[in-house]
């Protein structure tokens, strides 16, 4: 294989398996493409969180083989290893690789198509036996000129439990436009969510030892980045599988000690992970972004609990309230899921309220999706779609008007911003950049990426602040408001 292309589905956790992959077939010698239809090979890395990512995965596998049916696909990710024999029958596909042995793909396509190094073979990809479902388990035969056998596709796949290893690379594209890229310390989730499918198609929790973080991080500072974000499927359990065990707050205390990463920001963490010892450290400290991602996914305690969720909306309303008293102008946001089996308008209404009458920042919004294999899928009283899409639809809403609020907030706040790089379609004359506290910037001038400027926040137009750049002193004030 001299080219490829790797096309990402889903959350961080994906598209930091993604970099990974590039990161090995780079290794290797391999070029990227600069899009699917010139790739000798397309890695498809899908998420299987909903139905709808599942046929997302589908659509474009269709697409890309409509569109040049000589172009090999590899389908990799959540959905691969859930659902390995339903994508080796699409047509199009070369290969199915579940997660489970997803640090075999380099070696995979070594040797289907070898470079120019040591060849190795089928048989020698981690001892792992390849699987072709619909001939009696051996490879179908193929002629001289063919690289990837006739449909089924082969399925190399395992025992996702079994795996210990998460795969490391920082993700240096997409949001943030290649200026805050993100690293995956912790993979996998021992938490058994009765909605949830994650912890069957990742595995149980693991996480990069202390020293992989801060080398990495380091390396990404030495390289000039100015914002790193810290990514996991379960942020908060970081380290309690290691030995010895290690605290994910002792680990930001030496990433903040033993790096110059001038700005950290963590992205998603369960609430019963944010303790009052964490938010301390955050209000102390302003090299870490003031923004929490607390998935809430409901407020009425009832549905928590058939949810298998560890809090109850008391719980979540005190982090919220210990959030909002040390750090008034963070972003404080969450997941929200609606629909569940069994939520009646009276649970809505309590979500609803709950949410109105504290300070988010932002939701997102999700409509249930039954997930094979999972406690929800069977339980009694599935919610009507039509009546789905309405709950939604509201709480919707609800973010947007809570959105715009918290963007009101900040007029005549001095922030620090942090410059991105211009798109095509940004106005002309202006920069974008990205709040400590996650809010969407507009300078009045044109300035390079990267860079860490000082912003007194003038008005707002849409989902955007207008902001004037202030004096050099207000480069150490963050959140600082008039």
Known sequence: MSTFFIQQFGCRATQADGAAIERQLREQGCAPAHDSSTADVVVLNTCTVTAAADAQARDAIRKIHAANPATRILVTGCYAQRAPEEIAALPGVSFVVGNSHKPQIPKLLHSINPLPQPRSTENEIAGAELVYPDNGGA???????????????????????????????????GEGNHTRPTLKIQDGCNSRCSFCVIPFVRGKSRSLAPHTVLSEIQRLVDSGFLEIVLSGINLGTYGRDLTPRVEFLD??????????VQRLRISSIEPLDVTQDLIDLF???????????????????????????WYRAEHYARRVELIHDRLPNAAIGADVITGFPGETEADHA??????????????????YS????????????????????????????????????????????????????????????????????YLQVRLPLILPPNRFVGATVTNLEGRELLAAP?????????GACS
């Open 251 to 260: 680990l930001l205390r030496r990433i903040l000690g033993e790096t110059s």
């Open 350 to 367: 309590a979500t609803l309220d709950f949410i109105s009458t504290r300070p988010f920042a932002y939701l997102h919004v999700f409509s």
């Open 139 to 173: 490879p179908p035969a193929r002629s001289a000129k063919e690289h990837f056998p006739v449909h089924p596709a082969p399925i190399l796949t395992g025992n996702i439990f079994d795996l210990t290893d998460v795969l490391v690379a920082p993700v240096l594209g």
């Open 370 to 437: 039954q997930r094979p294999g999972t406690k929800a899928a069977s339980l009694p009283g599935q919610v009507p779609g039509h009546i789905i899409k309405t709950r939604a639809r509201e709480l919707r809403s609800l973010s947007d008007s809570k959105s715009a609020a918290f963007r009101r907030a900040q007029v005549g706040c001095t922030l620090r911003v942090l410059t991105l790089r211009r798109d095509p379609t940004d106005a002309p004359g202006f920069t974008p950049a990205l709040s400590e506290n």
């Open 470 to 478: 202030a004096d050099s002193l207000s480069l150490a004030v963050t």
């Open 283 to 309: 209000a102390c400290n302003p090299r870490i972004a003031p923004h929490f991602h607390m998935p809430l996914q409901s407020a009425s305690n009832r549905i928590l609990a058939t949810m298998h969720r």
